[in-house]
């Protein structure tokens, strides 16, 4: 499996031989430098750390910085399983000529925060109707519990107003567009959740 790194650019477009435009988001992959390599025999599973970014070291844990050793002082640390051996080792450098255009990857990041919202924006409920007497109700939530469903409580898992945003989100089926490997940068299809400045990571569909 190939994977890397980076922080979200901001999103532009791309044009292509048949004059079509793409809208894609820049992202600023790598380089990330190998911190650890697990193997089967040693901790029972195969996977590879990458250490990406820059961070004060004064910010960073002295766990941490026994950890890296002399590698760097890095903004984040990842860990990605593999089914075989990894073949870099310590310090290796995975830059973004990793990929190649035309990949399809797989990305997650955290989608940006937005606060406490009503029902209406979080869960897309339509909210009552403008009709029939109602006044101040066009986005109230409705009923939210009863004796009959819940006994009369609020039943765990009901849809309603709270904070939205700030979570996970992995998003499939995207294009890489273009690579810059002297700039390391990458062009993948569409948007990617999260604002400007959020780590994503890439990972290849395939090994």
């Known amino acids: ?32 430098v190998v911190t650890q390599v697990r193997t089967v025999e040693k901790d029972g599973y195969c996977a590879l750390q990458v250490g990406f970014g820059e961070r004060n070291a004064k910010n960073i844990s002295k766990a941490v910085k026994g950890h890296v050793k002399t590698l760097g002082s ?14 870099q080792i310590l310090g290796d450098k995975i830059d973004a000529s990793a990929f190649k255009v035309g990949d399809d990857v797989i990305i997650s990041s955290i989608s940006k925060g937005k606060g406490f919202q009503g029902g209406v924006k979080r ?4 909210g009552g109707r403008r009709t029939h007497g109602q006044k101040h109700s066009e986005r109230e939530p409705g009923g939210i519990g009863g004796g009959g469903r819940a006994g009369g409580r609020v039943a765990k898992g009901i849809r309603m107003a709270g904070r939205m945003g700030g979570d996970r989100v992995t998003i499939k089926g995207v294009r890489i567009v273009q690579v810059d490997p002297v700039k390391n940068l990458i062009l993948v299809s569409g948007a990617v959740p999260g604002r400007r400045g959020t780590f994503v990571e890439i990972r290849s569909v395939n090994a």
Do not use: C, Y
Not at 5 to 32: C, F, H, R, Y
Not at 123 to 126: A, D, K, S, T, Y
């Open 1 to 32: 499996m190939r994977f890397i790194l980076g922080t979200k650019i901001n999103m532009s477009q791309v044009w292509g031989e048949d004059g079509k435009v793409t809208p894609v988001t820049v992202i600023s992959a790598g380089p990330n």
């Open 74 to 87: 890095f903004a984040l640390l990842k860990e990605f399983r593999m089914e075989d051996a990894p073949a």
């Open 123 to 126: 869960h897309g409920f339509h």
